[in-house]
């Protein structure tokens, strides 16, 4: 079963503009990640904020958390073609155990130069 | 720069056939995991592994699924027999101890004719 869901599921951009991805989720959670995953290929960690945390920012990244309305947001500013890939948010449920991890389906983004 | 092992990249099978799926990950890692996703779609766990312990096999179809981690270091994901609604691409990740984020392997892509 998959707890997040990410919006939209397909974004497309020209090089230089800003992405922003959304991602809901059910339960409560230890913390979210942003995994970023480019065509055929494996995952790749971008981000992690904890549920304590309310933004959190690495490089061009920006990440917020709302764990009220049980949602989070990735900014990616002044994008490149490089940054397109599929990008899917990750909950840690508090009740989970053993520290997996449940993804959403994930958003498409397209960064067009 | 250490990275997770994944054999085969590709593999293509009729149904009712045996398939296996191999698994290296990074050196002192001693959590395992594999997971299954279906194009489109965010991966989905299969099982997880605590060094050669499984923590986690809930989604595991285990009618025809197997995992193991004799050693607590390679594993193995077998399949038999595979059915069309296997194919999918099959992720390994782990994880270090103290930290929450996953390093995925590049995956292996299985087609179910």
């Known amino acids: 079963s998959q707890q997040g869901e990410e919006d939209p599921q397909a974004l497309s951009i020209q090089e230089g503009e800003n992405a922003t991805m959304n991602c809901s989720y059910k339960?409560?959670?230890?913390?979210l990640q942003w995994y970023r995953q480019n065509s055929g290929r494996g995952l790749v960690h971008l981000i992690l904020?904890?549920?304590?945390?309310r933004e959190k920012h690495s490089g061009r990244l920006r990440v917020t958390l709302d764990t009220s309305k049980k949602s989070s947001s990735l900014l990616i500013t002044a994008s490149r073609a490089a940054d397109t890939a599929s990008y899917f948010c990750?909950?840690?449920?508090?009740?989970?155990?053993?520290?997996?991890?449940?993804f959403g389906a994930g958003t498409r983004l397209a960064v067009h130069p | 720069e250490a990275e997770v092992a994944q054999s085969p990249r590709y593999k293509i099978t009729e149904k009712s056939q045996a398939v296996a799926f191999w698994c290296d990950p990074i050196?002192?890692?001693?959590?395992l995991y594999w997971y299954r996703q279906i194009l489109g779609q965010g991966p989905e766990l299969l099982v997880q592994?605590?060094?050669?312990?499984?923590?986690?096999d809930s989604q595991l179809p285990k009618d025809r699924f197997s995992a193991e981690r004799l050693k607590g270091v390679d594993s193995t994901l077998k399949i038999q027999p595979a059915e069309l609604g296997d194919s999918a691409m099959y992720l390994c990740?782990?994880?270090?101890?103290?930290?929450?984020?996953?390093?995925f392997g590049p995956g292996t892509r299985l087609t179910v004719l």
């Open positions: 050196s002192g890692h001693a959590t």
């Open positions: 592994f605590q060094d050669e312990s499984v923590v986690d």
């Open positions: 990740a782990s994880r270090p101890g103290g930290s929450w984020e996953q390093f």
């Open positions: 904020i904890r549920s304590n945390e």
């Open positions: 339960t409560s959670i230890n913390n």
């Open positions: 990750a909950t840690d449920p508090l009740s989970g155990g053993y520290n997996k991890l449940i």
